[in-house]
């Protein structure tokens, strides 16, 4: 009978995020179809205006939803509300964002949401599984030493795909100077190596 010792390894890898990602809301209400549209037009408008002013390319800003529908609930006759969902994603620029978000302050009717994330990850996933790698076979030398047994060839290697999702949210921090702080992003990997006993 073969006898088998099976060790984990854990890799883990840390990465400032290089990307930044925000997801801008403008909402607007009114009494007609053309009255919420013209309004949301004007509110874009002043928000392209406030990525220009800092410096921000206004090409990367991209529109992924309109939508325009009857106020249900509310107490006035006829109200329209009008959605546009704005994407803008760029290369981690702090000073700029919060030059942005200052800027964004005198605008009203919208919902914002901040998230960072890598652009590449297959390298720093592939370092953590690297990383897993050794610290398996490291486990099985230590313990094979230090039992006074001798350890043969691998008899399995069982791989946890670690999945990372594409954008990594992270929470905003403001320090007491009002600057913006970014989380760093965790790659791990898991990798199980059963090994033959001697």
Known sequence: MTHNLKIEGMGKVVVSPDMMRLNYE?????NSYADV???LKKQYA????AFKK???NTAFIKTSSIDVEMDEESTKKTQFRARQRLIYEDRVDLNRLTQLLDGLQETDNFNFSLSYFVKD???HLNDALILAINESTDKSK???ESSGIRLGHITSIEYANNNYAPVMHRAVAMDSYG???VDDII???TVTMSWEIK
């Not at 403008?26 to 009114?30: M, N, P, R, Y």
């Not at 002043?46 to 205006?49: L, N, P, Q």
């Open 179 to 181: 600057e913006l702080n």
């Open 121 to 123: 990850p297959t390298p």
């Open 54 to 56: 800092v410096g921000l």
């Open 26 to 30: 403008l909402v607007q209400t009114g």
């Open 46 to 49: 002043i928000v392209i205006e």
């Open 187 to 189: 790659f791990t990997q």
């Open 142 to 144: 230590i313990i094979a």
């Open 37 to 39: 549209f013209h309004s």
